[in-house]
């Protein structure tokens, strides 16, 4: 069975210009939860999915937005990066998107701005 | 809000041997999920322990269990004949049992000394 794939890895972008991160859930999750991880502000909850619908959002600008598709892969976007942007952005998807169940991670995408 | 307190930035441990990882939360609510997660240099966020609070008795996972005590809202995890695998962040988080978002404490960095 498939885990959590975050696609890129690593990404290297320069300050104002835009990018998309995308995460494929474990096959059936329907919930897609993504998480900024930095070195100062730690994990933080930037929005969570579930069949195509933004349930629940963090406190985070409007630059930061995401989507889900209706195969339940979910993509987000920053626009106007700025270089605190620069983070360890992680996807997490859930069966049905309950606390109690938990959530299983993909790697994260390593993105750098400058 | 929920907040969860990690007091240990880094802890070491010798092979073989036990350590205890600690962990505080603050809520207002009386039914919620805790859990211990563990960051290895993959990056990939891995569920070791997951501890009900209704539930009176701790959870255990092989070498892994936890000290549980919700009055005092403490949530500490320990391991037990430490290996060098263990050697990873970990990570205390909260939920709600109808929430879809994770809190997350700031991680305590475990060393395991060969």
């Known amino acids: 069975k498939a885990g959590v794939t975050q696609t890129p890895r690593y990404l290297i972008k320069t300050r104002g210009q835009q990018v998309t991160l995308s995460c494929s859930p474990i096959?059936?999750?329907?919930?897609v939860s993504w998480y900024q991880q930095t070195p100062g502000q730690g994990l933080q909850f930037l929005f969570e999915?579930?069949?195509?619908?933004?349930?629940n959002k963090g406190n985070f600008p409007g630059r930061f937005s995401g989507r889900q598709f209706s195969n339940s892969r979910s993509e987000m976007n920053v626009s106007t990066l700025e270089l605190g942007d620069s983070a360890l952005y992680l996807c997490a998807s859930s069966l049905v998107g309950m606390g109690n169940y938990g959530y299983t991670f993909g790697s994260g995408t390593r993105l750098t701005v400058v | 809000a929920q907040t969860v307190t990690q007091s240990q930035p880094e802890m070491s441990v010798q092979e073989a041997e036990t350590v205890t990882l600690s962990c505080t939360y603050d809520?207002?609510?009386?039914?919620?999920?805790l859990f211990w997660y563990k960051q290895p240099p993959s990056r990939q966020m891995i569920l070791v322990i997951r501890q009900e609070a209704y539930k009176q008795q701790n959870a255990t996972e092989n070498r892994f269990s936890v000290n549980f005590q919700k009055a005092a809202k403490s949530f500490s995890l320990k391991i037990s004949d430490s290996q060098l695998g263990d050697a990873a962040m970990y990570f205390c988080a909260y939920s709600r049992p109808t929430g879809n978002q994770f809190y997350f404490g700031t991680g305590t960095s475990l060393t395991v000394i060969p």
């Open positions: 096959s059936g999750h329907r919930s």
């Open positions: 999915y579930f069949s195509e619908t933004q349930r």
């Open positions: 809520t207002s609510e009386s039914d919620y999920y």
